[in-house]
């Protein structure tokens, strides 16, 4: 196995390596091909040119390895990626003004959870019995935490 082709397995597992973090993460393929050209590559140092050859294209790889993690970490590719709004919404926010026994209407099915109506304003709400169908009077009949259960009313 020649240099060269010991340096061109090395930045064919760079590549692949840089693949699998920044365009293809979470599918293991680039990344497994990746190492395994990295690993090749030490191997057939270790095993054509004798130790010293093999530990310095060892430690190369390790230093290169982390430079680019560094680099790619640093990079601003992942700002692109990552989520940057800030959810403020709570649910049932004004649940306060629901109390047990007020009357609504079923805006969305409730199986179990879903959508109500209650004196023109909307709510999440779970059915405590069974699946409730839109367009269906309903009842509160608990309210804990900013949970409201409702039961559909006897008709």
């Known amino acids: 196995m020649s240099y060269f082709l010991i340096v061109c397995l090395i930045l064919i597992g760079f590549i692949f390596v840089s693949l699998e973090l920044l365009v293809f993460p979470g ?3 680039a990344g497994v091909a990746g190492l395994a050209s990295l690993g090749y590559a030490v191997y057939g140092a ?6 010293q050859a093999g ?3 060892l430690v190369t ?16 590719t992942w700002r692109k990626l990552e989520l940057d709004a800030t959810v403020d919404g709570r649910v049932n926010e004004a649940s306060s003004k629901l109390q ?10 409730l199986a179990p959870m879903g959508t109500i109506e209650v004196e023109g304003e909307t ?9 409730i169908d839109p367009k269906t009077p309903v009842t509160v009949v608990k309210i804990e935490g900013g949970k409201v259960w409702v039961k559909q009313e006897a008709e």
């Open 61 to 76: 790889v390790l230093v290169l390895s982390v430079i680019l993690l560094v680099v790619i970490f640093r990079s601003r």
């Open 27 to 29: 599918t293991t393929l």
């Open 123 to 131: 709510y999440e709400a779970g059915s405590q019995t069974s699946f």
């Open 100 to 109: 047990v026994g007020m009357k609504g209407v079923a805006i969305s099915r």
């Open 46 to 51: 270790f095993a054509y040119h004798g130790t």
């Open 55 to 57: 530990y310095a294209v």
